[in-house]
């Protein structure tokens, strides 16, 4: 590899970290707008698309955090009215997560900032490059996730 190739290369990381707190920026401002945060609304859109309710525990490990920061938030939002807990169909000794009509509401805010967000973003691009885009990225993704897929199979 030439140093040309090198240096377009190693201006990946920086500008991938660069964009990442650009919309990390962006969507944290929307997100205050409705009071909301990148964890409350990541908990609306599990419990919103899930067919099923779901245990806490569930929840915990489908956001990747830990069940006691999960426990605060479930019990400052089920306060608030955005989600209940009941007692599992399934099984009785479970306990569920629920949208309310409230948190269903809240949710719809929260897509409706997502759209926003991601015009906002790719208002520059044609059709064709917006998918190129979301393909590139999640093959970014995927590779990282194989990845740590791979490590945590050696350390184990």
Known sequence: ??????????????????????????????????QMNETRAGILKVLGNQSANITQKELSQALCLSESNICGLVERMREEGLIIRCRSIVDRRKSVLRLTDAGSSRLAEVLKL???????????????????????????????????????????
Not at 1 to 30: G, I, Y
Not at 122 to 144: A, P
């Open 1 to 34: 590899m030439d140093l040309k190739s090198q240096t377009e290369a190693c201006d990946l990381f920086p500008l991938l970290n660069q964009l990442a707190h650009c919309v990390r920026q962006r969507v944290s401002d929307a997100y205050a707008s409705i």
């Open 114 to 156: 997502h759209q926003q967000c991601e015009q906002q973003l790719t208002q520059k691009f044609t059709e064709r490059e917006s998918r190129e885009y979301v393909l590139i990225l999640s093959r970014i993704l995927i590779s990282l996730s194989a990845e740590d897929g791979q490590q945590s199979r050696r350390v184990a």
